[in-house]
């Protein structure tokens, strides 16, 4: 095993070489390029715990964690074993099996208000099908979202979606015609006054409000003190429905989410990521008279063939079983380690005297390169990107892999100790200092 700081890494851009001959850019999703922070991906060999190894056996402090899921750590044992003995028994079947129920109910256990639920394969699949469902039950075509959150890529919801579309510099995408981008309407986030203005101007005709609680997707962007209660007053009151999509933040900022933590009433969520146990799954669930719209029972339709798909149902019920049964020493500790990592960048960004802002909630968080304060999409576009990009940089060279992009949060895992916030926070000195000189 190599440090990143002496070893090259010649394979992995023999292996991004060859990747760019079959796929656009390389990558087979965008922010994986490393565009907006310059330099070469590694290509992952393989994850243990906190760490990730590339392809040249150089060993990294992992901090995006596969931008969420991994809250256990990389290669979690119950979660691999529980894999390795569905994939024993067919890795798919097409139809029912006991273990979508077992993985819904703890699912249930812990969002009271999801009284039914589907599995999808992905948060996109998710959050695409719980507008569809909110329009059939509204009889409404406009839905409101927040800039710089981001809900998958369906055509609908790619507005100032923020993460990979804010690092690239995209206002939208091409490819989305304009009739259905004018049914979204793109509000700034933690502006109540907006959104009371939304629905003056559109009387009757909003179907839904969609948005992060916590926004991961424009960096770490908290609610304001009474902002989620104000959308929930809104929604009641005009006969809209209220989506929480807590794709990023569910099981991770509380064991119930961002709607325990927040005291939120959804009538839809919107889950994913730590759901599936690294494996792929999302969920969308809420109220048991709206998802009795859904077929068979109504006249939404939605479907898929690896819905529900047992190796992503036996990763999550590993998953979530350990969450649940450790629940009193899984999040203090998380809460801990997130604050001491992020206390101590803090601390070295102040003492290099580079000005960043800290934005934490549990487990995730992001530092913009900007003095703050930081609420709003608008506040993180104005951060310092040529400097956050030189801090990846050196970063990388110290062993420490942060999601390379401004505008994404960062996660930790319980696998992360002393050990690695020591190391971490080292590694941020010498970075912060690489910055100043500059």
Not at 411 to 423: K, N, R, V
Request: hydrophobic share 45%.
């Amino acid at each position: 095993m190599t440090s990143p700081t002496t070893a090259s890494r010649t394979h992995s851009q023999t292996l991004q070489q060859r990747a760019e001959r079959l796929f656009p850019g390389g990558v087979n999703s965008p922010v994986r390029a490393f565009r907006a922070v310059g330099g070469n991906p590694p290509f992952v060999e393989s994850g243990q715990g906190a760490y990730l190894v590339d392809a040249d056996g150089n060993r990294y402090i992992d901090y995006f964690g596969s931008w969420g899921p991994m809250i256990l750590g990389h290669a979690f044992p119950p979660a691999v074993e529980a894999i390795q003995r569905a994939a024993a028994r067919s890795a798919s079947f097409g139809a029912s099996t006991a273990a979508e129920a077992d993985l819904a109910e703890r699912i249930v256990a812990c969002y009271p208000a999801i009284e039914k639920l589907r599995f999808v394969s992905s948060g996109t699949e998710a959050t695409m099908s719980a507008i569809r469902l909110a329009r059939a039950a509204t009889g409404r075509n406009i839905i409101v979202k927040f800039e710089g959150c981001y809900h998958g890529h369906s055509d609908g919801l790619l507005v100032k979606a923020g993460s990979g579309v804010a690092t690239f510099g995209i206002p939208g995408s091409a490819g989305v015609p304009d009739v259905v981008a004018h049914l979204t309407l793109a509000l700034p986030y933690n502006d109540l006054v907006a959104v009371e203005s939304a629905f003056a101007a559109h009387p009757g005709q909003i179907a839904a409000i969609i948005l992060e609680p916590v926004v991961g997707n424009a960096g770490c962007l908290l609610p304001a003190d009474g902002y989620l209660d104000g959308l929930r007053r809104i929604t009641s009151r005009e006969g809209a429905l209220l989506i929480a999509d807590e794709v990023m933040t569910g099981f991770r900022v509380a064991l119930g989410g961002a709607v325990e933590r927040y005291s939120m009433e959804p009538d839809l969520i919107t889950l994913g990521k730590i759901v599936g146990g690294g494996l792929p799954v999302g969920v969308f669930g809420g109220r048991r008279e709206w998802m009795d719209l859904l077929a068979p029972l109504g006249p939404v339709y939605q479907a898929g063939t690896l819905s529900g798909n047992p190796l992503a149902m036996a990763a999550g019920i590993a998953t979530i079983q350990y969450l649940q049964d450790h629940a009193m020493e899984v999040y203090p500790r998380l809460e801990a380690t997130s604050k001491a990592v992020a206390d101590g960048f803090a601390a070295e960004a102040a003492r290099a005297g580079i000005p960043v802002t800290t934005n934490r909630v549990g487990a995730m968080w992001t530092w913009f390169f900007n003095p703050g304060p930081v609420k709003d999409y608008d506040d993180a576009a104005k951060s310092d990107m040529a400097a956050f990009g030189r801090f990846h940089r050196a970063m990388m060279a110290q062993g420490v892999w942060l999601p390379p992009s401004q505008f994404e949060a960062a996660f930790l895992s319980t696998a992360h100790g002393l050990e690695e916030i020591t190391a971490t926070v080292e590694a941020a000195r010498m970075a912060f200092e690489k910055v100043a000189d500059n």
